[in-house]
């Protein structure tokens, strides 16, 4: 049975070798036979640029491709995180890479994808800082930096982010119903599916008149996975474990 897998916030980092692990197995065991990999943002904690070619990114790559080749489609979309992935990863693995808010016909359903960020409107001074490093003119001059300065930059931003994050109420990092209800409409979609907020669930609501559901995909663990398995027979959430 035809089978598509959306998965995110992986968040793969080389302190982090179980959750690694879990997700080598993922591809290995659970994703091939799929006809799509989703991977909707967020894949390793950092990406600073396709030309570090550092571990566990080599094992990761060399098992992506081995998906892709075995006759899976794999999509992946930006995240906070990693944004910075670009095509030369794309041609190392088969990913393509998809945009941010990006629509398709799920079995017979419009359906819009989505990290999640864009939607957390209530986050003023995270949407300012969003903007400010995803302006191309942003982005090449980061790029021209040596890596040690790269990754210097990417550690003060992390530890910047993290003291933030801390003195934020709950509530400003979660998405804005009104914003999920806008893009949804502009799209005009009664489905939509994203992860960011590591806030797991279906959120059932009325649009225009009509049932409309938001899904959240879960943030990777060391010892389990949920993943979002859609078919024919519609949508289900599906956990994942080690070996």
Same mark, same amino acid.
């Given at each position: !049975?035809?089978e598509t897998l959306?998965?995110s916030d992986?968040h793969?980092s080389?302190?982090q070798?179980? $959750? +690694?692990?879990l997700f080598?197995?993922f591809?290995?065991?659970r994703?091939?036979?799929?006809d799509?990999?989703?991977?909707?943002?967020?894949?390793?904690?950092?990406?600073?640029?396709?030309?570090?070619?550092?571990?566990?990114?080599?094992?990761?790559?060399?098992?992506?491709?081995r998906l892709?080749?075995s006759?899976?489609?794999?999509l992946? !979309?930006h995240?906070?995180?990693?944004?910075?992935l670009g095509?030369?990863?794309c041609a190392q693995?088969?990913a393509e890479?998809?945009?941010d808010?990006?629509?398709?016909?799920l079995?017979?359903?419009a359906?819009?994808? !989505?990290h999640?960020?864009?939607?957390?409107?209530?986050?003023?001074p995270?949407?300012?800082?969003?903007?400010?490093v995803?302006?191309?003119?942003?982005?090449?001059q980061?790029?021209?930096?040596?890596?040690?300065e790269?990754?210097?930059?990417?550690?003060e931003?992390?530890a910047?982010?993290?003291e933030?994050?801390?003195?934020?109420?709950?509530?400003?990092?979660?998405?804005?119903?009104t914003?999920?209800e806008?893009?949804?409409?502009n799209?005009? +979609?009664?489905?939509?599916?994203?992860?960011? $907020?590591h806030r797991p669930g279906?959120h059932?609501?009325?649009l225009?008149?009509?049932k409309s559901?938001?899904? +959240?995909?879960?943030?990777?663990?060391?010892d389990h996975a949920?993943?979002l398995v859609?078919?024919?027979?519609?949508l289900?959430v599906e956990?994942?474990?080690?070996v």
């Amino acid at each position: !049975m035809a089978e598509t897998l959306f998965i995110s916030d992986l968040h793969l980092s080389d302190d982090q070798p179980e $959750t +690694v692990q879990l997700f080598l197995d993922f591809l290995e065991r659970r994703a091939p036979g799929a006809d799509r990999l989703y991977i909707l943002g967020d894949l390793f904690d950092a990406w600073i640029g396709d030309d570090l070619e550092i571990e566990p990114a080599q094992r990761i790559k060399i098992a992506l491709k081995r998906l892709y080749d075995s006759g899976s489609r794999i999509l992946l !979309m930006h995240g906070n995180r990693d944004f910075l992935l670009g095509e030369q990863f794309c041609a190392q693995t088969g990913a393509e890479l998809i945009d941010d808010p990006t629509q398709i016909d799920l079995f017979g359903t419009a359906t819009l994808l !989505m990290h999640g960020d864009l939607l957390c409107t209530d986050d003023l001074p995270y949407q300012a800082f969003r903007r400010q490093v995803r302006d191309p003119a942003f982005i090449t001059q980061f790029l021209s930096r040596t890596i040690p300065e790269r990754i210097a930059i990417a550690q003060e931003y992390r530890a910047k982010s993290g003291e933030a994050t801390s003195l934020k109420a709950a509530g400003i990092m979660d998405v804005n119903q009104t914003t999920v209800e806008q893009y949804m409409e502009n799209r005009g +979609v009664r489905r939509l599916i994203h992860g960011h $907020t590591h806030r797991p669930g279906r959120h059932d609501f009325m649009l225009s008149g009509e049932k409309s559901s938001r899904f +959240v995909l879960g943030e990777w663990h060391s010892d389990h996975a949920e993943i979002l398995v859609a078919s024919p027979k519609g949508l289900r959430v599906e956990t994942i474990k080690p070996v």
